[in-house]
């Protein structure tokens, strides 16, 4: 990832994890965020689509409280930065661990079952999680929507949360999916 591109996508992704604001990354934020996704769907934490929900979640924190430098019990800012600037997280393995996070994400979304997404519950994916800006998600929704239908489905879900990730330029698909522009 180029620096300045790849910064600005680990400060989003901070910014998205701390859930409750705080300025710090804990797993509260995490099971919040899963609890929040399935409140948005109307399931209950012992509901198994919310409960497969928490164990990714749970996943991506166990990773993720390795910038934990301090030994406080949660990540700040700069700890999740200097941790991603000196490779001990690294988006490759972070992306595969989100991607089931995101995979489950979409299953509690899909309440049809039918696949894919509308603009409504994609954009509930990114409130429960704790997006509350509608723009951002509708901007997302759209760039996942290469081809126009008004839905999404999960390999395009999936490519642009990689792309997020991973990204280079931001011309890759997911590059700029939580900039909101």
Do not use: C
């Amino acid at each position: 990832m180029s620096g300045d591109l790849r910064m600005d996508n680990v400060d989003r992704a901070f910014a998205v994890f701390d859930v409750d604001g705080d300025g710090v990354i804990g797993w509260e934020d995490f099971s919040a965020a899963a609890r929040g996704v399935g409140r948005e769907f109307g399931l209950g934490v012992e509901a198994p689509q919310v409960r497969n929900l928490v164990a990714a979640y749970r996943e991506v924190w166990a990773y993720v409280a390795g910038a934990d430098l301090d030994g406080d019990g949660v990540v700040s800012r700069g700890e999740f930065r200097e941790a991603h600037e000196s490779g001990r997280l690294s988006a490759a393995e972070l992306v595969e661990k989100w991607l089931v996070v995101s995979g489950r994400n979409f299953e509690v979304a899909d309440r049809d079952g039918d696949g894919a997404l509308d603009g409504s519950g994609f954009a509930g994916i990114y409130r429960g999680s704790g997006v509350t800006d509608p723009q951002v998600a509708a901007i997302a929704f759209a760039g996942m929507d290469v081809d126009g239908d008004g839905r999404v489905d999960r390999v395009e879900f999936q490519t642009h949360v990689r792309g997020f990730f991973t990204a280079e330029d931001t011309s890759v698909k997911g590059a700029r999916m939580l900039s909101g522009g």
